[in-house]
């Protein structure tokens, strides 16, 4: 999905620990 790209990508610039949010996101990749 290139949605699940543009997260990996917004990943790299921003840390885990400022997107505890998006933290379920990452771990379905």
């Known amino acids: 999905r290139a949605a699940t790209q543009k997260m990996v ?5 921003y840390p885990v620990e400022k ?3 998006n933290a379920k996101k ?4």
Do not use: A, E, I
């Open 9 to 13: 990508k917004n990943g790299v610039k």
């Open 19 to 21: 997107s505890r949010g």
């Open 26 to 29: 990452y771990t379905d990749l």
